[in-house]
């Protein structure tokens, strides 16, 4: 993922215009699926918590950590809206995130798909966890 930003972030320029570093201390929201559809991004530096609201009252907690994925539903072409609920990112300490916007993001991903594999092999990752 480190790579993955650096490229991202070569020219100066497009780095001023479609991504953004940003600190965040313990206790803030970082992320939440009802923002800015057009972002996705990762946690840099720091631990986080996502918590998964169900419509119903139930809450679902998940950790974050370095280079987890903010806002992977909006890597979809067409907008994902999650059922049954929303989601937040708060910190647990001290977190940086990078977010992209998503169109610049999936260009650079396109442009090498080795990029694309480290963001999917860092979604497998995730998903894969508790099964393991």
């Known amino acids: 993922m480190e790579e993955l930003i650096r490229f991202l972030t070569e020219d100066h320029y497009l780095k001023s215009v479609y991504t953004k570093v940003m600190d965040w201390k313990q206790g803030d929201v970082v992320y939440c699926n009802g923002w800015d559809k057009g972002c996705v991004g990762c946690i840099t530096k720091g631990q986080a918590v996502m918590r998964f609201c169900y419509e119903g009252g139930e809450q679902t907690v998940t950790f974050l950590e370095q280079y987890d994925l903010l806002g992977v539903e909006n890597l979809t072409e067409e907008v994902t809206e999650i059922s049954g609920g929303a989601y937040e ?39 894969l966890a508790p099964l393991v």
């Open 89 to 127: 990112v708060i910190a647990l300490t001290d977190v940086t995130t990078f977010i992209a916007k998503r169109d610049y993001y999936l260009d650079h991903m396109y442009a090498n798909p080795k990029y694309f594999h480290c963001v999917l092999s860092q979604l497998a990752k995730k998903s």
